[in-house]
Protein backbone atom coordinates (compact mmCIF):
# COMPACT_ATOMS: atom_id res chain seq x y z
CA UNK A 1 0.00 0.00 0.00
CA UNK A 2 1.39 3.52 -1.21
CA UNK A 3 1.13 5.83 1.76
CA UNK A 4 3.67 8.23 0.33
CA UNK A 5 0.94 9.05 -2.26
CA UNK A 6 -2.09 9.28 0.07
CA UNK A 7 -0.44 11.64 2.57
CA UNK A 8 -1.31 14.59 0.87
CA UNK A 9 -5.55 14.36 1.52
CA UNK A 10 -4.99 11.94 4.27
CA UNK A 11 -6.80 14.47 6.67
CA UNK A 12 -9.16 15.72 4.51
CA UNK A 13 -11.41 12.50 5.54
CA UNK A 14 -13.32 13.39 8.89
CA UNK A 15 -13.66 9.85 9.64
CA UNK A 16 -9.84 9.49 10.47
CA UNK A 17 -9.79 12.31 12.51
CA UNK A 18 -12.98 11.68 14.44
CA UNK A 19 -11.34 8.00 14.99
CA UNK A 20 -8.02 9.34 16.18
CA UNK A 21 -10.28 11.58 18.49
CA UNK A 22 -12.50 8.63 19.76
CA UNK A 23 -8.86 6.39 20.45
CA UNK A 24 -7.47 9.54 22.08
CA UNK A 25 -10.69 9.64 24.59
CA UNK A 26 -10.13 5.77 25.05
CA UNK A 27 -6.42 6.11 25.94
CA UNK A 28 -7.40 9.37 28.31
CA UNK A 29 -10.02 7.27 29.97
CA UNK A 30 -7.70 4.02 30.95
CA UNK A 31 -4.41 4.93 31.22
CA UNK A 32 -3.54 7.57 34.24
CA UNK A 33 -1.61 10.51 32.05
CA UNK A 34 0.90 13.02 33.89
CA UNK A 35 2.73 16.15 32.75
CA UNK A 36 6.25 14.16 32.55
CA UNK A 37 5.50 11.45 30.08
CA UNK A 38 6.97 10.63 27.10
CA UNK A 39 5.04 9.05 23.86
CA UNK A 40 6.23 7.46 20.84
CA UNK A 41 3.63 7.08 18.18
CA UNK A 42 4.30 4.41 15.74
CA UNK A 43 3.11 4.33 11.92
CA UNK A 44 1.84 8.60 13.03
CA UNK A 45 0.72 8.82 9.31
CA UNK A 46 -0.13 12.64 9.53
CA UNK A 47 0.10 12.54 13.34
CA UNK A 48 -3.44 12.68 14.03
CA UNK A 49 -4.12 10.63 17.10
CA UNK A 50 -0.78 11.82 18.74
CA UNK A 51 -2.43 16.14 17.72
CA UNK A 52 -5.37 14.32 19.86
CA UNK A 53 -3.46 13.44 22.73
CA UNK A 54 -0.31 16.40 22.73
CA UNK A 55 -1.50 18.22 25.33
CA UNK A 56 -1.04 15.29 27.61
CA UNK A 57 2.25 14.91 27.43
CA UNK A 58 5.99 16.16 27.71
CA UNK A 59 7.24 15.26 24.67
CA UNK A 60 5.99 12.68 21.71
CA UNK A 61 7.84 11.10 19.03
CA UNK A 62 6.01 10.43 15.55
CA UNK A 63 7.56 7.78 13.74
CA UNK A 64 6.54 6.01 10.13
CA UNK A 65 7.81 4.53 7.39
CA UNK A 66 6.26 6.94 4.99
CA UNK A 67 8.50 10.10 3.59
CA UNK A 68 5.21 11.13 2.22
CA UNK A 69 3.39 10.96 5.59
CA UNK A 70 6.57 12.57 7.49
CA UNK A 71 6.39 15.04 5.05
CA UNK A 72 3.04 16.65 6.20
CA UNK A 73 3.31 15.81 9.45
CA UNK A 74 6.42 17.86 9.76
CA UNK A 75 4.28 20.30 7.78
CA UNK A 76 1.73 20.76 10.68
CA UNK A 77 4.30 20.82 13.28
CA UNK A 78 5.99 23.55 11.90
CA UNK A 79 3.08 25.86 10.80
CA UNK A 80 1.59 25.04 14.18
CA UNK A 81 4.91 26.14 15.92
CA UNK A 82 4.61 22.47 17.91
CA UNK A 83 7.23 22.19 20.47
CA UNK A 84 6.57 18.99 21.83
CA UNK A 85 6.85 16.97 19.06
CA UNK A 86 9.55 15.05 16.69
CA UNK A 87 8.82 13.14 13.74
CA UNK A 88 11.59 9.85 13.41
CA UNK A 89 11.60 7.92 9.76
CA UNK A 90 11.29 4.49 11.32
CA UNK A 91 10.82 0.67 10.51
CA UNK A 92 11.27 -1.58 13.08
CA UNK A 93 11.54 -4.74 10.77
CA UNK A 94 14.74 -3.52 9.48
CA UNK A 95 15.71 -0.62 11.20
CA UNK A 96 17.44 -1.01 14.76
CA UNK A 97 15.61 0.34 18.08
CA UNK A 98 15.99 3.92 18.81
CA UNK A 99 17.97 4.43 21.89
CA UNK A 100 15.13 6.16 23.83
CA UNK A 101 12.97 4.94 26.09
CA UNK A 102 9.51 5.67 26.60
CA UNK A 103 6.50 6.01 29.00
CA UNK A 104 3.65 5.21 26.75
CA UNK A 105 3.77 3.60 23.12
CA UNK A 106 0.35 4.17 20.91
CA UNK A 107 -0.45 2.92 17.57
CA UNK A 108 -3.68 3.63 15.37
CA UNK A 109 -4.25 1.30 12.01
CA UNK A 110 -0.96 0.71 11.75
CA UNK A 111 -0.43 -3.14 12.99
CA UNK A 112 -2.24 -4.38 10.47
CA UNK A 113 0.20 -3.40 7.55
CA UNK A 114 3.14 -5.30 9.40
CA UNK A 115 3.70 -8.63 8.56
CA UNK A 116 4.87 -10.05 12.11
CA UNK A 117 3.24 -9.25 14.54
CA UNK A 118 5.18 -11.02 17.30
CA UNK A 119 8.45 -9.69 16.58
CA UNK A 120 7.03 -5.95 16.26
CA UNK A 121 5.35 -6.72 20.00
CA UNK A 122 8.98 -7.38 21.14
CA UNK A 123 9.98 -4.47 20.06
CA UNK A 124 7.76 -2.09 21.09
CA UNK A 125 8.23 -3.86 24.33
CA UNK A 126 11.94 -3.06 24.48
CA UNK A 127 11.46 0.81 23.94
CA UNK A 128 9.01 1.49 26.61
CA UNK A 129 10.16 2.13 30.20
CA UNK A 130 8.87 -0.07 33.13
CA UNK A 131 6.74 0.70 33.83
CA UNK A 132 5.19 1.46 30.50
CA UNK A 133 1.97 1.33 28.39
CA UNK A 134 0.87 0.11 25.38
CA UNK A 135 -2.39 1.35 23.18
CA UNK A 136 -2.87 0.03 20.56
CA UNK A 137 -5.75 0.25 18.19
CA UNK A 138 -6.80 -2.04 15.15
CA UNK A 139 -9.44 -3.57 13.01
CA UNK A 140 -11.43 -6.30 14.20
CA UNK A 141 -11.32 -9.66 12.54
CA UNK A 142 -12.31 -9.07 8.97
CA UNK A 143 -13.11 -11.23 5.94
CA UNK A 144 -10.83 -9.16 3.76
CA UNK A 145 -13.32 -6.68 2.23
CA UNK A 146 -11.76 -3.43 4.17
CA UNK A 147 -8.52 -3.24 1.68
CA UNK A 148 -10.41 -5.49 -1.22
CA UNK A 149 -8.29 -8.70 -3.14
CA UNK A 150 -5.03 -6.89 -3.35
CA UNK A 151 -3.82 -6.45 0.31
CA UNK A 152 -1.78 -8.94 1.98
CA UNK A 153 -1.60 -7.38 5.41
CA UNK A 154 -3.36 -8.62 8.45
CA UNK A 155 -7.43 -9.04 7.53
CA UNK A 156 -8.02 -7.41 11.03
CA UNK A 157 -7.53 -9.32 14.53
CA UNK A 158 -8.46 -11.38 16.81
CA UNK A 159 -8.54 -10.34 20.02
CA UNK A 160 -7.85 -13.71 22.04
CA UNK A 161 -5.08 -14.37 19.71
CA UNK A 162 -3.80 -10.94 20.18
CA UNK A 163 -3.76 -11.37 23.88
CA UNK A 164 -1.52 -13.96 23.80
CA UNK A 165 0.99 -12.82 21.89
CA UNK A 166 1.18 -9.62 23.67
CA UNK A 167 1.47 -11.79 27.24
CA UNK A 168 4.48 -13.76 25.19
CA UNK A 169 6.06 -10.10 24.62
CA UNK A 170 6.02 -9.85 28.18
CA UNK A 171 2.93 -7.11 28.86
CA UNK A 172 0.66 -7.63 31.56
CA UNK A 173 -3.28 -6.70 32.41
CA UNK A 174 -3.85 -6.84 28.76
CA UNK A 175 -7.60 -5.52 28.07
CA UNK A 176 -9.93 -4.42 25.18
CA UNK A 177 -12.51 -2.22 24.40
CA UNK A 178 -13.93 -0.84 21.48
CA UNK A 179 -13.66 2.41 20.43
CA UNK A 180 -14.77 2.75 16.95
CA UNK A 181 -16.55 1.79 13.94
CA UNK A 182 -15.19 2.32 10.61
CA UNK A 183 -18.79 2.58 8.28
CA UNK A 184 -17.05 2.44 4.88
CA UNK A 185 -18.01 0.78 1.33
CA UNK A 186 -16.92 -2.96 -0.09
CA UNK A 187 -16.22 -4.30 -3.55
CA UNK A 188 -19.29 -6.76 -3.48
CA UNK A 189 -21.96 -3.37 -3.08
CA UNK A 190 -22.93 -1.22 -0.41
CA UNK A 191 -21.46 -0.54 2.74
CA UNK A 192 -20.41 -2.77 6.05
CA UNK A 193 -19.21 -1.66 9.22
CA UNK A 194 -15.74 -2.39 10.48
CA UNK A 195 -14.93 -1.96 14.24
CA UNK A 196 -11.82 -0.94 16.26
CA UNK A 197 -10.47 -1.92 18.72
CA UNK A 198 -8.15 -0.23 21.62
CA UNK A 199 -5.73 -3.17 23.51
CA UNK A 200 -4.41 -1.86 26.54
CA UNK A 201 -1.12 -3.53 28.34
CA UNK A 202 1.43 -2.63 30.66
CA UNK A 203 5.03 -3.07 31.04
CA UNK A 204 5.31 -4.46 34.59
C1 LIG B 1 -3.57 3.16 7.86
S1 LIG B 1 -2.23 4.27 8.08
C2 LIG B 1 -2.64 4.96 9.68
C3 LIG B 1 -2.00 6.30 9.90
C4 LIG B 1 -2.39 6.98 11.21
N1 LIG B 1 -2.04 6.17 12.34
C5 LIG B 1 -3.87 7.30 11.23
O1 LIG B 1 -4.61 6.60 11.96
O2 LIG B 1 -4.29 8.24 10.56
C6 LIG B 1 -0.87 3.19 8.48
C7 LIG B 1 0.43 3.93 8.70
O3 LIG B 1 1.42 2.96 9.09
C8 LIG B 1 2.62 3.26 8.41
N2 LIG B 1 3.41 2.02 8.33
C9 LIG B 1 3.14 0.92 7.60
N3 LIG B 1 4.10 -0.01 7.78
C10 LIG B 1 4.99 0.55 8.65
C11 LIG B 1 6.20 0.10 9.23
N4 LIG B 1 6.71 -1.11 8.95
N5 LIG B 1 6.86 0.92 10.08
C12 LIG B 1 6.37 2.16 10.36
N6 LIG B 1 5.23 2.64 9.84
C13 LIG B 1 4.55 1.85 9.00
C14 LIG B 1 2.18 3.80 7.06
O4 LIG B 1 3.19 4.53 6.42
C15 LIG B 1 0.98 4.63 7.46
O5 LIG B 1 1.32 5.94 7.77
Not at 105 to 115: E, W
Not at 195 to 204: H, N, Q, Y
Amino acid sequence: MNFDSRAKTWDDDPMKTARAEAVAREIRAQVTLTPQMSALEYGCGTGLLSFALREQFKHLTLADSSSGMLAVLEGKIASGAIANMTALKLDLASDPLPRERFDLIHSLMTLHHIDDTDALLHALYALLKSPGYLCLADLDSEDGSFHGADFHGHRGFDRETLRRQASDAGFRNIRFTTVFTIRKAVASGGEKDFPVFLLVAEKP
